[in-house]
C-alpha cells in the first residue's frame, strides 16, 4: 500500500506481511481496510492518494468505497476487485468439493500455488477469505478520481476484470501498460511510474 501526500510516499506493510504481525483472528478485506483506515487517520495525512496493489488493490477500494474525508484520489493496481475466477479455478474449486470427503488424502494437490505460500506463511484462512471476496456493488459508492493501471499480460487478473472495474467506478480511467503482466511496475518501472505520479500531481 502506497500513500502520496504532498509528494512524499508512505509504504507500509500490512498485518501478515514482511515486519507486521499476523492478525490475530482470520481478517477479510474490510478488516485489512478498517486497519489501513486507522494507520492513515491516526497519522494525520490528509489530500491522500491512495494506490494499491493486487490485494492491496482490493483494500484500497473497499475503504474508498466509505469515502473518507482524507482520501483526494485512488489508484487501482491488478486489483481482484470483482470476482470473476477464471475457468481452471472453477474447475479446481469444484473437484475440491467433490473430493472434500476424501481431501486429506488427495485434494491437496488441487491448492494453488499462492494458498500453499499463504498457508506455509500461517494466513491460509485469511486468503481464503479474500479471494472471493467480491466488491462488484461496493465500486459504484467510489467518488475519488480513479486511475487503473493494468498489465495487458496480466495472467493472475486478466484485463476484462480491469474493463469492468472501470465501468463501476463512475468517472474513472483505465492505462493499459502493454506487453506487462501483473507486476507491471517491475516490467515497465519508468512507464508505470510516470503514469501514477502524472495522476497524483493532476490536482
Known amino acids: 500500500m502506497n500513500t502520496f501526500s504532498e509528494g512524499e510516499v508512505e509504504c507500509f506493510d500490512l ?3 514482511g515486519s507486521e504481525p499476523r492478525p490475530t483472528d482470520a481478517w477479510g478485506v474490510p478488516e485489512y481496510a478498517a486497519w489501513v483506515r486507522a494507520r492513515i487517520e ?14 492491496g488493490g482490493r483494500i484500497a477500494a473497499c475503504l474508498a468505497a466509505d469515502r473518507p474525508a482524507w482520501l483526494s484520489r485512488l489508484v487501482l493496481y491488478g486489483a481482484p476487485c470483482v470476482y470473476r475466477p477464471l475457468h481452471s479455478v472453477r474447475l479446481r474449486n469444484a473437484l475440491a468439493r467433490f473430493l472434500r470427503p476424501i481431501r486429506r488424502v488427495v485434494s491437496s494437490g488441487l491448492r494453488t500455488p499462492d494458498l500453499r505460500d499463504a498457508e506455509a506463511a500461517g494466513l491460509g484462512d485469511v486468503f481464503r477469505r479474500v479471494v472471493g471476496f467480491d466488491q462488484t456493488e461496493r465500486l459504484a459508492r467510489i467518488a475519488v478520481p480513479t486511475l487503473l493501471v493494468w498489465g495487458s499480460d496480466d495472467a493472475e487478473v486478466p484485463l476484462a476484470v480491469a474493463e469492468e472495474t472501470c465501468v463501476r467506478i463512475p468517472g474513472s480511467e483505465l492505462k493499459v501498460i502493454e506487453r506487462a503482466g501483473h507486476n507491471a511496475h517491475l516490467d515497465a518501472p519508468y512507464y508505470f511510474y510516470g503514469i501514477v505520479r502524472t495522476f497524483a500531481q493532476d490536482r
Open 42 to 55: 491516526s497519522s494525520g495525512w490528509t489530500d491522500v492518494v491512495l494506490l494499491g496493489h493486487s490485494f
Open 15 to 17: 498485518p501478515g506481511f
